[in-house]
Each structure stands twice: as C-alpha cells, then as structure tokens.
C-alpha cells in the first residue's frame, strides 16, 4: 500500500485560525508586492501601480490598481482561494499567495473586492466573513431571475464609469470592517487613527526598490503635504534609491566575503524646513533616517526615530542617528522571511535575525566620512574625563579580563579568532577611592591648595612619549579597554538614549557609557556640596564647579559599576543574562544613587576648579531639570 497524504478534517477551524491570528499591519506590503510583481509584467512605459480611495456608498474605500497580466474568471477564483497564486511560482523563498488574502482579511472582515480586466473583459469577486457560515467565503452575487454567482462579469459597468479595457489591469479594493469603515482614514480599523501619509509611508520604509519600470502614484487624500481633503490628483512615490543620489553623500561598502554591503546614507535636514533632505525630494511620504535589514529589495527589523537613536551606538554611531541612515543588504541566501513577513530568519534554525546581529560589520565598514559626520554631530563639551577614564582602566586591569574579541556570529564566511583565556575573578585589594592626577599632591586635609605658587593652574602629570611605531604589549592588547564615557547634558540627547530617570546605560558591543547629566542625584549632591562650600567664589562660578564635579563623580561610580560587572565575565557562576542586568540602566542607576561616598573628592575637585580660575570665563548654566 503507498503512503497517505495528510489531509485537513476541518478546514473551516484552519482557515479562520490561518486569518485571525495574521497581523495585521502586513497587508499594505501584501497588496503593494502583489500590485508590484503584476506591474512588472506589463509593457514598458505603462508599468503602473496607482492607490487611491473608491466611494462605495458615500464612504471612501482604500484601492490599490495596477497594469500587468490580469485574470479571467477561472484564474479570479483560482487566486482567491487560500494558498493559491496565479502567474507566479509558489516556494517559501518566493512571494507565495498567503500573505494578502489573509492579511487583508484580517482587517477587512466585511470584504474584499477583486476585480480584473483580461483582454476586454472584467471579472469581478469579493471575499470576506459570512456570518452566517461562520467562515471566510466568496460571496454569492444575486444577478436576478433567481441566477447567482461568485464570480461576475462586470464589464459594462466598468465602461460606464469611464475606466480602461483595452490593457490588462487589476484593482483591489478594500471594505473594512463594516459598510461605514473609511479604510483611507483609519486603514488599521475603525478608531484606530493613522498619520494622513500612512500608506505611502509605509510603502516607502518597507521597500528599498520596485520591479524595473515600474511607477508608483497615491492619491493627494492620502500624501503629506498639500491637498489635504481633496482627490483626484496624485503625487509620484519614489524609493530612497531613487533620490539617494541628490542627498549630501552616500557609500556602499561590501564585507569581504560578499555575503552583504552595509549601505551608508547621510540624510541631513533642509536649513530652511524640519524636513529631511529625503523627504523634501519625496513628497509623497514622510522620510526620516532608519536603520534596517535589506533583502530582496525589501526591509526588515526597520528602527526609526527614538528606536534607531537608542541602538544607533551598538552600530558605532553614539551620535548622529538622526541624520545618517544605515542599510545592511543582505545576498539572497543568507536569510529566509518568516510565514507572514513581517521578519527575517537564519535559515539554519529560522531564529529571528535582527540588525543588530550585524551591528560589528557597520562598525568595522564604517567610511571615515561617516565619522567625520558623527564627529560633527556629537555634543561639544569642556569636560575632560581622562583622568576618570584612566582610574577605571587601572581598575579593570586588575582583574585582567580578556577583550571579548570572539563576537558570536552565523555567517558561513566568519573566520573564528584566537581566544585569550587569562584573567582573574577578583582584583588585587586597592583603594577604590578616586585619586585625579591634577589634585595628586596640591592639597592640604581641607582640601584647600597649601602652595600658592602652584595654585594657579591644575598641573598634568609628565607625559613620556613613546617612540613613533610603538603600540601596546600584546598582553595589554588582550584585556579588556574601559568604555568611553559621554556625559550628556542635554534633555534631547537623554531622551534618545532612553536615559529620562536613568543614571547610565552601557554599549557592551560599541564600548560606550553614556551618563546621564541631568540624572536627579547630580542635584541631590550639588546641593549638598553648595550648602557646604558656600562662600568660597561667586555664586555663578561656585555653582558651575559643583555641578562639573558633581557629574564627574556620578559618572565614575556609574563607570565603577560596570568595570565590577564586567570583571563578572571570569565567573561561571554568572551568565550572560546576569551580566546583562548587572549593566543595565537600572542597576548603574543605584550605584549612582550612593553619591555620599564621592563628597569628599567632589569637594576637593570642585575647590580646585574654583581656586585655578578654570571656570572664570563660563557663563552661568541654567539649573538642570531632573531627569
């Protein structure tokens, strides 16, 4: 006896469970792919793809319509059944006909309206929830005289209303909800609102290109800018490729072993508008820089806005993000999407992939003008936080923790590197009490400077150059370096970082601590520190001072924190995860929070910064708002 296909006892309960567990926020890349691919098969100059709203009693219905080989009545209803596609190959690494129907269906449970035109004629069927069969069906048309179909031939009323019938074309337009559901104002659902540009918009993030020739209008009722209320008149949708070339610089850079080219995009914004430069060039949709996945032409794990800012430093950009845009193309075996695509995966295991599993080829591709540009966007500041910088790293090296220079990764082409294994899980006793080098020696127990002679200028330590061509040992190469830190004082700056009531936050891939300046215990402290150094310079000046050291020492305690944390790596008791909430915003929170054991130092700092004259020529800085 051969073998028995498995069959499906209840498709009415698969169906349903098929559509309603679907997201969704694919259906515009659904319907877009599918009107794209058709377009594509139309001649050229006539390759078209055209979104707009359909008045369906009184109400304005969502519409996508495109040229390219159309359907007759057989392949009309042959395409409207699940898992069914015409003119185009069915596989799991190609667009496969599941995604629109169910997608669509997920929002648009009132109905579906195909319709084709094929060499003169025009077929028409709408698919959507019958309440009554308790499932998702092609409705049946009453054409009178007790005759009824799914599939109706709708040609001469196509005619009458003016449309086209002597080219191949295809119109989808979408129901809602209910007969009262504006799908062009809220495309989501029903008092579910969306931005005017929406569709476009999402067009626009989702697709990094269109099939060759192929031209793509939206309707001025659902683009940005003029004609707000009014229809009729469209506004051409261009891709980002379609107007990098007119942006200030862009560069592909491909790894070595072909498997991707990190796309590097700088997108600044117009002088005289709040528009990018993207967006100024496209005004069909609104246009920010991202950062995202590309592959086959599309986007995936796409971080925009407060999301790509709060990521961009894993990627090498600790500033910047909001005028540099990053792309990472992928080769077309390197990943497969997942059932609904709205994901990428490995195709080794079909774990997610994300951006970030690519975030050290950005960093190491990285153009030098691309760092002039993050150099140029980066905060201007007096402090210098060498010396701070310098105490951790004594710190750190005492535990001797290896450089985690073996980066996990799943491309084929990864090449393995040696791994140093020296290290020790505890450090040598020591005083972990900050001792700057410009306050080595100056002071007296009061901290004030017993040698006035010496009083007039903080003093660096004699620095003994290395002869040119030298470099670290190679044992000193192999440990751990101490982050940078940035201390950032602005509210936008923090707000992007995600740091609004967090002291810190810690980049282990791009070895980066950012500090918040404006965290609550620089105030707590700075008022503690004014009320016992009063009287000792200007208002002005001795509040300028208390705060710079203020936020020094919180940034050392805060940098103490994460030196311990990763000492931590040496431990098999503590896992990955461990380590990761030992450095997490939260936990560098608390040890800021225990500023009492930096008021002795923060004091002595702040009398030396007043007694040097170092803040003479400062203006006063506004007090801080908490954050």
Known sequence: MRAEPLNIRNEKFLVNRLIEQAPKATFVREFFKNADEAAATATAGNRRIEIFPTVIEGIPKLTFWNTGTGMDDQELRAATDLSSSVNKEMSLDQNFGIGAKVSGLRMSRDGIRYRSCKNGTVNEVTIGFDPDEQTYVRFAVDLGEGVSDTVIDVTEAVKAKGKPTDFDWTEVVLLGESESHNTVDEPLGVGKNTERSYIPSTIFKRFASYSEGVEVRVDVAMTKGGGKGQTGTSRQLKTLNDVVDSLPRHERVSEPGGELTVHYIHDPKHKSYSHSLSALANPATSSTTFCALVFKGERYDLKTRKSWSSVAPNFGIPFGSKVLTVEIELSD?????NQYRDGLTWPEDSSPMVAEDFADFVRELMPDWVKDVIKSESPRSDDNLDDLQSDLQKLLDEFRVPTATLSPSRKPSAIRTDENTEGTDSSDPTDLETQFPELADQTGGDGLDENPARSQRAKQKKVRKAPEGSKLSRSAQALERVPKIEILTEPDQIAEKDLKGRAGKYYKEAQILFINGLYSVVERMGVELEAEMRGM??????????????????????????????SKRLSDDWSSDDLDRATSPESLSLAADDYKQSLVQARKYAKELIQTGALQEMAEEPAPAPM
């Open 333 to 337: 075996d390197l990943a497969l999407p």
């Open 537 to 566: 310079g200007e208002p002005e000046i001795l509040r300028s001072a208390v705060l710079k050291s203020c936020r020094k020492f919180m940034a050392f305690r805060v940098g103490k924190a994460t030196c311990y944390a990763i």
